[in-house]
């Protein structure tokens, strides 16, 4: 039973900062990829960084230079630093994980999502 919960997400302005959670918690054997990804209104979901257990990040080119992914893996966290946020990064943002819940057996999952709304 593994469950990602995120927080952190709200109202702010544009050219304003935010930083999303992510808490990876139940039987974890690891947690190996972490990754952020968001879905506007009307559109598809769209992923934002991620990061592997090692802490290798990717980005999305729209998000590269203002966004950041962390992670504390002995704590099962994994954030996501937003700055000069745009109006355009309005959006439900979810936290993604490969999870293993044993030595041999992994398992992709998805957190409830986390509200960020940025007024122009």
């Known amino acids: 039973q593994v469950h990602l919960t995120e927080s952190g997400g709200g109202l702010v302005q544009a050219g304003g900062s935010l930083r999303l959670s992510c808490v990876a918690s139940?039987?974890?054997?690891?947690?190996?990829?972490m990754a952020w990804h968001r879905q506007a209104p009307g559109k598809q979901r769209e992923l934002v960084a991620t990061i592997t257990s090692g802490g290798i990040t990717t980005y999305a080119d729209s998000m590269e230079g203002r966004f950041g992914i962390s992670r504390d893996n002995a704590k099962n966290t994994v954030w996501l630093q937003m700055d000069s946020l745009k109006a355009e990064d309005t959006a439900v943002y979810y936290c993604?994980?490969?999870?293993?819940?044993?030595?041999?057996?992994?398992?992709?999952?998805w957190g409830q999502g986390t509200q960020v709304t940025v007024s122009s």
């Open positions: 993604n994980a490969d999870v293993q819940v044993s030595r041999n057996y992994e398992f992709n999952y």
């Open positions: 139940g039987a974890i054997y690891k947690v190996n990829n």
